[in-house]
């Protein structure tokens, strides 16, 4: 967990803690505390603060932030799925990354990846099933689904639009590299926006110039103007049928 979760610590005999903590009624008291959702797309200041009333053990309190942690992570588990996450993705003009496991749930790592790049990427995960089988090997990772020795999760970025534009392997000398948060941030960073999709320049050219070009394929559709006279003309063999 290592990354993921920031821990502070609070001395009560220095005074009150922070008025979004709350009250502290005994000690000691565990809190967590994580981003709301009804948070504006700019900002991060609304927080959820959930209080821990488990065991005093490691284990529970792993499993405790773990459930807490948001988790931006699209599942993908059909082509269906597949194509939806890459329309999402075009949609903001955002990097396409992918998580493909044979984890049984999604990782610490996992949802704090999606966290780290909320909105300059996004991370679907894959899991290693038979309805997925076509989708890894779409993603050239045949041999890693063979080989049992190797990470239970690597990582690939999409190019391009859509899902067939290739792929980028997350590879460390030839070799997927085991699946630390350390490791896996430094390559979403070189994969995702420097900016939020909103505040990005190189995506909202990409989104400017779909736009405009949406504009003038609906232009073109449109029937040209009729010249005046041509207008006129019709107009007086319509009135001369008439009569």
Do not use: H
């Not at 932030?65 to 949609?91: E, H, L, T, V, Y």
């Amino acid at each position: 967990m290592k990354g993921a979760v920031k821990i502070a610590y609070w001395d009560t005999a220095q005074g009150n803690p922070p008025r979004l903590v709350g009250q502290i009624r005994g000690t000691p008291t565990i809190k967590f505390l994580y981003p709301s959702k009804k948070n504006k797309r700019t900002t991060n200041k609304k927080k959820i603060v959930s209080d821990y009333n488990g065991e005093r053990k490691a284990d529970a309190m792993y499993d405790f932030a773990a459930s807490r942690m948001p988790n931006g992570i699209q599942r993908i588990d059909s082509a269906k799925d597949f194509a939806k996450f890459a329309a999402k993705a075009d949609k903001y003009a955002l990097p396409k990354l992918l998580l493909v496991t044979r984890e049984g749930r999604t990782t610490v790592e996992a949802k704090s990846l999606s966290t780290e790049v909320r909105r300059r990427a996004l991370v679907g995960q894959i899991r290693a099933s038979k309805p997925n089988k076509d989708i890894i090997s779409k993603l050239r990772l045949d041999d890693w689904l063979k080989d049992k020795s190797g990470p239970k999760t690597v990582v690939v970025a999409l190019k391009g639009e859509g899902t067939d534009g290739g792929v980028i392997p997350m590879k460390k000398r030839g070799k997927y590299p085991k699946f630390k948060l350390a490791v896996i941030q430094k390559f979403a960073e070189k994969i995702a926006l420097k900016k939020p999709y909103f505040e990005d320049d190189a995506a909202q050219a990409i989104l400017k110039a779909r736009k405009a070009a949406k504009e003038g394929a609906k232009d073109a559709e449109k029937p040209a103007k009729e010249e005046p006279k041509a207008k006129e003309a019709k107009k007086a063999k319509k009135a001369k049928k008439e009569l």
